[in-house]
């Protein structure tokens, strides 16, 4: 079955740097589209970054733009986040999604798989 285990969360000061992996199985990683999505309390999850299945293509939120660098290994079924200058609001459990269109036939179905998350804490 198709499994996303996120490692690298913890607790940094505001201005430290924390790098988190995803391992994944059970499925073709290498036709993924792999993204990390963060949600904070009492906020709705939102998308961090993105990257297209070869790699070619990356895509960040505003906020974290020029702070946050996401990259895949597709010979290790892996993608990674690094994050440089975290703030505060950074603050959140992140989750690596990997994001598949499949071909029905007649047109693409979506299907989205999500890790367990892992805590990110930026306090002083």
């Known amino acids: 079955q198709v499994q996303l285990v996120e490692s690298g969360g913890g607790l940094v000061q505001p201005g430290g740097s924390l790098k988190l992996s995803c391992a994944a199985s059970g499925f073709t990683f290498s036709r993924a589209t792999m993204n990390w999505y963060r949600q904070a309390p009492g906020k709705e999850r939102e998308l961090v970054a993105g990257?297209?299945?070869?790699?070619?293509?990356?895509n960040y939120a505003d906020s974290v733009k020029g702070r946050f660098t996401i990259s895949r290994d597709n010979a290790k079924n892996t993608v990674s986040l690094q994050m440089i200058s975290l703030k505060p609001e950074d603050t959140a459990v992140y989750y690596c999604n990997a994001e598949m269109l499949i071909w029905t036939g007649s047109l693409y179905q979506r299907y989205d798989y999500w890790g367990q998350g892992t805590q990110v804490t930026v306090s002083s």
């Open positions: 990257i297209t299945s070869t790699g070619a293509s990356t």
